[in-house]
């Protein structure tokens, strides 16, 4: 299973950038998956998290100017970023728990990170 991120660019403050989120291989279900982020330097955290039922989870930071959605049909994710500041500057990633089988051989998988700049 490959996950690819896309939609990462350079905007203003206060723009909108949305993020997606596609996968190429074989899976029977996907369970949770989020959007997490990373500063240089820094560890990778959580920007937000949506369970198969569409249960969401944000990180303090972007709590009312993110929204992470899924399409379950087309088993894609987004994120819907608004107010962006440059503090938000960081590459995002997409994280995705499949079930390989039916109930059974769950893995972990993680995509290539797209770049977001917030500048001027």
């Known amino acids: 299973v490959q996950l690819q991120a896309f939609g990462g660019g350079l905007v203003q403050p206060g723009g909108y950038l949305r993020l997606s989120c596609a996968a190429s291989g074989h899976f029977v279900s996907i369970n949770h998956m989020g959007w997490y982020r990373q500063f240089p330097g820094k560890q990778r955290d959580l920007v937000a998290t949506?369970?198969?039922?569409?249960?969401?989870d944000y990180g303090d930071s972007v709590e009312g100017r993110f929204t992470i959605s899924r399409n379950n049909a087309n088993n894609m994710m987004y994120l819907q970023m608004n107010e962006l500041q440059p503090e938000d500057t960081a590459v995002y990633y997409c994280?995705?728990?499949?079930?390989?089988?039916?109930?059974?051989?769950?893995?972990?998988?993680w995509g290539h990170g797209t770049n977001v700049t917030v500048s001027r």
């Open positions: 994280n995705w728990n499949v079930d390989l089988a039916r109930g059974a051989n769950t893995r972990n998988y």
């Open positions: 949506i369970t198969r039922t569409g249960i969401t």
